[in-house]
């Protein structure tokens, strides 16, 4: 059996979070907490480089989120199973039976779009907010168009109706979801072959919940900002994102569409490829001690 790769000197549990829902756990270190949360096509390693320098003074808390890696992954009953909505509040009862009613949360990708949903929804306990290389679910609908949306085919592909996408994706599993881990990394060195193995093990295990993540974000979550939006909520405590280039590429202003959001924050580019924690790890390390001491 091929053993799957661990964060070093983290301790890992099963945590309940929901009826029938448990997330895998990895908990390290002492001190204010902060809990990071993966990306696609990614678990929890993809922080294993961040987690380890933040727990020489933090409790860092890092998940497989639901859906994804070896947490629970629940059959799809509705648009609220994978809503973001529903992801954000596992995270929040996640921190609270692990002794936290506050904590910091970072989140890269999907688990940025989970983490912004517990900045809204959950403002009580986010003391400190970070999103890795995302924009919003409602603004990334909005600014996509034209032949510049066809690098979000994946987006399209993953909102129709439960059925194709699904068959498609298993048709070939490791070419789709490989083809992301080498298409959005600059440094092709940054994942090990034994984290890539990982990565596109646990993805061929998720396709159904993989892919109902995604479609929730084309439906509920989108309805979920709008609704947000329209009644004037921002995020209240202070907001570090960092994103790549790729917002001025594509012809808009992702710093303008985050401020929107978060009147207390700090937007910078990392220079680097889509996996940034990976590919960067001392960057985004400083931008969250950063973030913390504000």
């Known amino acids: 059996m091929t053993s799957t790769p661990a964060i070093a000197g983290f301790d890992y549990r099963r945590v309940p979070v929901a009826d029938g829902v448990s997330l895998n756990v990895a908990v390290a270190g002492a001190g204010s907490p902060i809990v990071l949360l993966h990306g696609f096509p990614q678990t929890h390693l993809m922080w294993r480089h961040v987690a380890a320098d933040l727990a020489a003074d933090h409790t860092v808390i890092c998940p497989d989120l639901r859906g994804y890696g070896a947490s629970d992954k629940p059959a799809e009953a509705g648009a609220a199973t994978y809503a973001k909505r529903t992801m954000a509040a596992d995270v929040v009862t996640l921190a609270r039976t692990l002794g936290h009613e506050r904590f910091a949360l970072a989140g890269h990708d999907r688990g940025a779009l989970v983490a912004f949903r517990a900045g809204l929804d959950h403002p009580a306990a986010i003391t400190h907010l970070a999103c890795l290389d995302v924009l919003p679910t409602l603004d990334m609908w909005e600014v996509m168009r034209g032949a510049g949306a066809a690098v979000g085919f994946h987006l399209y592909l993953m909102a129709q109706p439960p059925g194709l996408p699904e068959k498609m994706i298993a048709a070939s599993a490791d070419t789709f979801f490989g083809h992301f881990l080498d298409l959005w990394t600059g440094d092709s060195q940054a994942v090990p072959d034994d984290v890539r193995a990982a990565y596109l093990r646990a993805c061929r295990e998720a396709i159904p919940s ?3 993540d995604y479609r929730a974000s084309a439906g509920i979550d989108a309805e979920h900002d709008r609704a947000d939006r329209e009644a004037g909520n921002r995020l209240r405590m ?12 594509l012809g808009y202003d992702a710093a303008a569409l985050w401020r929107a959001w978060a009147p207390d924050l700090r937007h910078e580019t990392v220079t680097c490829g889509h996996f940034m924690a990976e590919e960067a790890p001392a960057d985004i390390t400083k931008a969250l001690r950063a973030l913390l001491s504000r």
């Open 210 to 212: 993989i892919v109902a």
């Open 238 to 249: 202070p907001v570090t994102v960092l994103q790549q280039d790729w917002g001025a590429a």
